[in-house]
């Protein structure tokens, strides 16, 4: 039984264990010439060969494994490839091989004179359009047949159109999300002459420089903003074809100094909200700032008035402002218990007062001026000893209670 499984084991492996490979028949080329590839692959499975110079594709090809785990392609080469240093890479299932190849020129590749027309050297912008025109002599005569060739910027291959009188164009767009700096525009042109091939090859260099990311403030709108409420922050960045910028390493809103982050809430719109200082009373400048992974770069300023410091000032300060309140409720609570107590008092001795005035009052009545019966006379005098009685013992329960 382990037996069994040790082969099973080894038959998968061997199924599904491969090594990728490329070789050619040498390492070096004229154009024109064949180039040989073959290889090791996984069986009766596809695989793409690619060939690249200098960031330029040159060609790509899918083709199939063979029973024997064996491919072939044999490429022909023609003046519309470009001399340079090539890299050849095959790839298959995950894995991938290459191999450098060296193509030369050919007498016959360097026959055409051709002249670019169009750009000019210079610096042009990430995102701008471009016509790349150029015209094909041959001995001083137009070169009317030509087939012409160049890059864009990205590698990708283009074809240049016949304008006529030798003159052949395209038009192109340097990508914003390039991260080239600068770019080679090299253009091979080839035709037929007298049954033989002749060709022609020319480079011309452009600087490519950072473009501008278009930054719309949507907020703060109003000129003037109360600094006792969050500023709110707000924009729209785009690139100036109006397409939303996809790779956007950050964008900003700086306040006297301070980096605020704005995050997305919508496709291409940014928003955020900071709560100023009172120190930033009066005219305050925003510096909005955008930028992408490739480089370009946006900014914009926006200037508004911050008012309201004595809300400011109350805000930064409201827990002093309610310690402070706290003590005068406090400090009045006492005040207030300590001067009810002293005119509940007064008000008993006034009314204790009154009722001796009421038994002086009664006995004069009945022993000086003998008008009173003594029957009222006891009854009344026993009365207003009661209530003085009461009275004296509030006072003395209020009084108590004070110390």
């Known amino acids: 039984m382990r037996k069994i499984v040790l082969i099973l084991s080894i038959v998968l ?9 490329v070789e050619t028949d040498k390492a070096s080329y004229e154009k ?14 596809a695989l793409t060969v690619s060939i690249t110079a200098s960031e330029r594709n040159v060609h790509e090809e899918k083709i199939y494994c063979n029973k024997n785990s064996r491919y072939f392609l044999n490429y022909k080469t023609s003046f519309l490839d470009p001399k340079a240093k090539w890299d050849l890479k095959v790839s298959q299932s995950g894995e991938e091989d290459e191999s450098p190849i060296y193509m030369y020129p050919k007498n016959e590749g360097a026959f055409y004179l051709i002249t670019f027309l169009s750009p000019s050297p210079g610096k042009y912008k990430k995102g701008g359009n471009l016509t790349l025109s150029v015209k094909v002599l041959d001995a001083g005569e137009a070169v009317t047949d030509a087939n012409v060739i160049s890059w864009g910027v990205e590698g990708e291959k283009l074809q240049l159109k016949n304008n006529g009188g030798g003159i052949y164009s395209v038009g192109l767009v340097i990508p914003f999300d390039t991260e080239k700096t600068s770019w080679d525009f090299i253009v091979l042109a080839q035709s037929m002459k007298r049954d033989v091939l002749f060709g022609g090859e020319q480079s011309m260099g452009v600087e490519i420089e950072p473009a501008l990311i278009i930054i719309e403030v949507l907020e703060p709108e109003v000129h003037e903003y109360d600094l006792s409420m969050p500023l709110p922050l707000e924009a729209r960045v785009r690139y100036s074809d109006g397409k939303p910028i996809e790779n956007l390493k950050e964008i900003t809103a700086e306040i006297s100094g301070v980096d605020i982050p704005l995050a997305e809430i919508g496709e291409g719109l940014f928003s955020s909200e900071h ?23 946006g900014q914009i300023t926006k200037n508004i008035v911050a008012t309201g ?32 107590h002293n005119l509940k008092v007064r008000l008993l001795k006034n009314d204790r007062e009154k009722t001796m ?9 009945y022993f000086t001026k003998g008008v009173m019966p003594a029957a009222s006379y006891k009854k009344n005098l026993t009365k207003y000893q009661a209530k003085i009685n009461e009275l004296d013992k509030k006072i003395k329960d209020l009084e108590g209670a004070k110390k």
Do not use: P
Not at 32 to 45: H, V
Not at 316 to 340: E, P, Q
Not at 357 to 365: A, G, R, T, Y
């Open 309 to 340: 410091q004595i809300g400011c000032f109350l805000r930064d300060n409201w827990i002093y402002f309610i310690v402070i309140i706290v003590i005068v409720v406090t400090v009045g609570m006492f005040a207030y218990s300590a001067l009810s």
């Open 13 to 21: 492996l061997a199924t599904f264990a491969f090594a990728i490979s």
């Open 275 to 297: 709560l100023m200082s009172c120190d930033n009373a009066g005219s305050v400048s925003i510096r909005f700032f955008a930028s992408d992974i490739a480089g370009n770069t």
């Open 32 to 45: 024109g010439e064949f180039i040989s590839i073959t290889g090791e692959c996984l069986k009766d499975t």
């Open 357 to 365: 005035n009421l038994v002086k009052s009664l006995q004069e009545d």
